[in-house]
């Protein structure tokens, strides 16, 4: 029984392939169930995208993202994803045509679940996809501001009366990363998308700095 405690719902992990399985088949079963079990005992679900796996092998690939981007079958992804010293496997978002396939999936996910009063928010992992050095090949500030920017324009239309927020924390290859932090929280929040994550505070002493 939850009656009398401060237990409000659930902030739950969905990995992409989960979602997508295949390209443009989208399952939201997972989380149509866990959503309806909250419900039932009023409680909420915080919908969690994960398009990272932190601390394993490159074998986490296929558990974590879709087949289609990481099989080398379309050469617009450059790959898909890449590795950290064998710590972090993460997609390679700062390219156009693998954001577009993520925008896809929040377009999807929106589709299904705006509005829904049981859903108390998407959360999308953090800004800070990966630190290390070299930086990943193809990958540039610019390029990686571009993708955050156009996934920022996406989610307002896909979730006009849910919350939708993007962790926010460092950027690669930032000098400091105070600038580029300070600019992506000012304009996720001037196009309606919430902020949150270890690093909020671009001018404090956080464990970022």
Request: net charge neutral.
């Amino acid at each position: 029984s939850t009656s009398g405690t401060n237990f409000k719902g659930c902030n739950i992990r969905y990995y992409w392939q989960c979602l997508e399985p295949t390209k443009d088949n989208y399952d939201f079963s997972r989380i149509r169930s866990h959503r309806n079990t909250l419900a039932a005992i009023g409680k909420r679900l915080i919908i969690q995208v994960q398009e990272r796996k932190g601390g394993g092998p490159t074998s986490f690939v296929n558990y974590v993202l879709p087949t289609y981007l990481t099989n080398g079958s379309d050469s617009a992804y450059d790959g898909g994803y890449y590795l950290e010293s064998g710590h972090v496997m993460g997609p390679k978002i700062w390219v156009p045509a693998v954001m577009t396939r993520f925008i896809k999936l929040l377009q999807a996910l929106g589709a299904e679940f705006n509005s829904d009063p049981w859903v108390e928010m998407v959360l999308i992992e953090e800004t800070s996809l990966f630190n290390q050095t070299p930086v990943p090949s193809g990958y540039t500030s610019s390029a990686m501001q571009t993708q955050y920017y156009r996934l920022a324009d996406a989610i307002a239309p896909a979730f006009p009366n849910t919350v939708c927020e993007i962790m926010t924390n460092w950027s690669p290859s930032d000098s400091g990363g105070q600038t580029t932090l300070r600019n992506w929280i000012d304009y996720f929040i001037s196009k309606r998308v919430a902020v949150g994550g270890p690093d909020l505070h671009p001018d404090g002493n956080t464990w970022g700095s």
